[in-house]
């Protein structure tokens, strides 16, 4: 990964971290093909750096704000990691203007709703709520530009799955971005179902 070729504004960012000293693998691997557009299943332990990974290669894809529609959606296990991942957001996306909102199975619909039409470029998730607020037309998707799973051996798992297939069926030309800590055999199935040029990158062999 070289700083040289990333948005200004995210390596600034990156910098004020502390990250730029000694990239990780997963990060010299994916965030190359992120940026060129590819759609990437990632295998990696925990603790690998796979949060920092997808904060940057989003950030990186969208840039700055543009507009009212959300242009990323991410999807996560649980209420505790949104908020992680939001936070790791807040803190390399600090000299951009990104928009970023987080969204729970036990929060306020309504409340939820009415701010994602308020306007944001990152919509951060659980699979359920992302579900409800899409059966109950809170998530605006004609600007969607990225669909990102984290936990992904978690979510395909418990039968979350149907809402990552809903929303990549919604655009031919949405980029996936899939990361797990290791492989779950339904990752078969999604390679299957959601017919794209995967890219695997497995760390933990």
Known sequence: MKLKKLYPELVSGIIDQGFDKEP??????????????????V???????????????????LKEAF?????????????????????????LGKHTNLRTFTVFDQGNL??????IYEGLDILIGTPKRINELLSNTGIPCTK???LVVDDAETIFPNRHHPVVYRISD????IQCLLFANKWHEKFDDLTKR????WVLINTDC
Request: hydrophobic letters at 35%; one cysteine or more.
């Open 67 to 91: 507009e009212e529609a959300p242009r990323a959606i991410v999807l996560v296990g649980n209420k505790e990691k949104a908020f992680e991942l939001e936070e790791q957001f807040e803190l």
């Open 170 to 173: 919604g655009s031919i030309k």
């Open 43 to 61: 295998i990696a332990p925990e603790g690998s750096g796979k949060t920092t990974t997808i904060v940057i290669g989003v950030i990186q894809q």
């Open 194 to 197: 959601i017919e794209k040029n």
């Open 144 to 146: 969607l530009k990225l």
């Open 24 to 41: 990780k693998e997963i990060q010299t691997d994916c965030i190359p093909k992120i940026k060129s557009g590819a759609d990437l299943l």
């Open 110 to 115: 309504q409340y939820q709703k009415d701010t």
